[in-house]
């Protein structure tokens, strides 16, 4: 008889810690798992929300944004501004981010690349390639916006800040923008030309600034139409002088 209740005793107490065991386990993250990865300091901050690949998706609106970090914060600030502000431009608030647009006519979708072309101790700047097209549409739109940032001034530069107060410097641009396009377009679009260069601010609204001068670029149906592209003129600082 103890024998008997000797061996239904280990029987419990083997069950018993058996249980236990596995409780504990359960309740022991793997080492593999999001909650048991360390954050650190060092860990990069993504320019942009960083989308996630999905297959499957109910959306007919996607975003995809080609943008990296540069080494200047306050640069990196900027333009994230500058992507939302496209972004609602376009109302595309609520649309899918994805690495990759799925090919369908039936899809809205919006596309951003970030393109450096100067970086230096004056000044960063930045070119935004934007696509765009609702669905059903004969092709898409193109866009492009700039980013002038000067390093020393911490703010965005306008024209008004590369020229001296007293100049006229839309005029300027205007009289020099009109002689470079009608170089290299064909007369049947001089009305355009002349009507998309008026001495104007918004007219030369997107313009880079490099080394050699200013670049003054114009969107589809500014100077020309669709057909011709987005037109981008470099007007040397030698044209520019004494203004």
């Known amino acids: 008889m103890t024998k008997k209740l000797l061996i239904v005793g280990i029987s419990f107490l083997i069950i018993i810690a058996t249980s236990l065991f596995f409780y504990l386990n359960s309740k022991t993250p793997a080492i593999n798992s999001p909650q048991n990865q360390p954050i650190t300091a060092e860990s990069p901050s993504p320019l942009v929300e960083s989308p996630i690949p999905q297959e499957n998706i109910s959306s007919k609106s996607f975003v995809k944004i080609t943008c990296s970090d540069t080494t200047k914060p306050e640069v990196n600030k900027i333009i994230k501004e500058k992507i939302a502000q496209i972004i609602t431009n376009e109302g595309m608030q609520d649309a899918t981010k994805v690495i990759e647009i799925p090919q369908s006519p039936d899809n809205n979708w919006l596309e951003i690349s970030c393109v450096p072309v100067r970086s230096d101790s004056l000044i960063s ?119």
């Open 125 to 243: 700047v930045l070119k935004f390639n934007i696509s765009s097209y609702g669905a059903g549409a004969a092709h898409p739109n193109q866009d492009t916006k700039t980013l002038n940032y000067s390093i020393n001034d911490q703010k965005e530069l306008g024209l008004k800040d590369l020229f001296k107060p007293d100049s006229d410097y839309l005029k300027l641009l205007s009289q020099l923008s009109r002689t470079h396009l009608k170089e290299r377009l064909d007369e049947t679009f001089f009305q355009m030309i002349d009507e998309g260069t008026l001495p104007k601010e918004a007219n030369f609204s997107n313009f880079l600034v490099e080394k050699g001068g200013l670049m003054v670029i114009f969107n589809p149906y500014q100077v020309a139409p669709y057909s011709e592209g987005i037109q981008e003129i470099l007007i040397k600082s030698a044209e520019m002088k004494p203004d």
